[in-house]
């Protein structure tokens, strides 16, 4: 008998803790919810029929907003998942564009240490079309071309 009392409990705990929000949802709403039995021979009294009537009015609007409240919720957490989805699609989006980027940065770099010439040839050229442009940027590149050692 003690091992099946105990077995008992620890199956009900196992219920309340499973069920707790939906329990806790149960007891703040009877709070409110629950009607108050008046017996028949003074609510024939009309002050205390009508605020009876108050009364029950009450609850249903009580009933009405908790639903409403309910369903916003509801929908809140549904649009942000919804949104959190599609954060993650353009992250993911962006992410390839630039993983693409950098491989063929990569590319280019391999392409240089490959052949030099073809690296002059192209720094020629953009200094060229910079100069063209702008006199400042080709004043710019030169500086940049010496740190590093290319000029």
Not at 54 to 82: G, N, P, T, W
Request: net charge positive; glycine share 2%.
């Amino acid at each position: 008998m003690e091992t099946s009392g105990s077995e008992i409990i620890w199956r009900l705990l196992a219920w309340l803790l499973h069920a707790r929000d939906e329990l806790k949802e149960r007891a703040y709403l009877a709070q409110f919810l629950v009607r108050v039995k008046i017996p028949t021979e003074v609510i024939w009294d009309e002050d205390v029929a009508l605020l009876y009537q108050q009364y029950e009015d009450q609850i249903d609007s009580f009933k009405q907003v908790h639903m409403k409240l309910k369903k916003l919720k509801r929908q809140a957490e549904e649009r942000s998942v919804s949104e959190l989805v599609g954060d993650t699609k353009r992250i993911e989006h962006d992410f390839d564009c630039l993983s693409r980027k950098v491989e063929t940065a990569k590319e280019r770099v391999r392409t240089y240490l490959k052949d030099p010439l073809t690296f002059v040839t192209d720094a020629c050229v953009l200094g060229h079309d910079v100069f063209q442009k702008k006199p400042h940027s080709f004043q710019k590149l030169n500086l940049f071309a010496r740190r590093n050692k290319w000029a």
